[in-house]
Nanobody
Framework: QVQLVESGGGLVQPGGFLRLSCVAS????????MGWYRQAPGKQREWVAH???????LYADSVMGRFAITSDNAKNTVYLHMNGLKPEDTAVYYC?????????WGQGTQVTVSS
């Protein structure tokens, strides 16, 4: 079973920047579209962005123009570059396939945007 491990979260002020990383234990990025999801307190998990095996990307309207998703297939790693962070971006961020293919969710990484 492929494992997904997210990292890079933290506490940042509004307008700040973070880069999240997701490392997969196997070489899956060439087979699947990989995405980032997030879950805010009291809300359902939502899709944020994804990147295909050939590098095409798509973003939720709420993060368009502020976030960028990239991948390094050689390192089995997908990144989420987050600029212009807002308090409403506060959530636990997860990576997984898009659409979901049955991979277990990782532990996620907490992003808190607050002054």
């Amino acid at each position: 079973q492929v494992q997904l491990v997210e990292s890079g979260g933290g506490l940042v002020q509004p307008g700040g920047f973070l880069r999240l990383s997701c490392v997969a234990s196997g070489s899956i990025f060439s087979m699947y579209t990989m995405g980032w999801y997030r879950q805010a307190p009291g809300k359902q998990r939502e899709w944020v962005a994804h990147i295909t095996g050939v590098g095409d990307t798509l973003y939720a309207d709420s993060v368009m123009g502020r976030f960028a998703i990239t991948s390094d297939n050689a390192k089995n790693t997908v990144y989420l570059h987050m600029n212009g962070l807002k308090p409403e971006d506060t959530a636990v961020y997860y990576c997984n396939t898009v659409p979901l293919q049955g991979l277990h969710w990782g532990q996620g990484t907490q992003v808190t945007v607050s002054s």
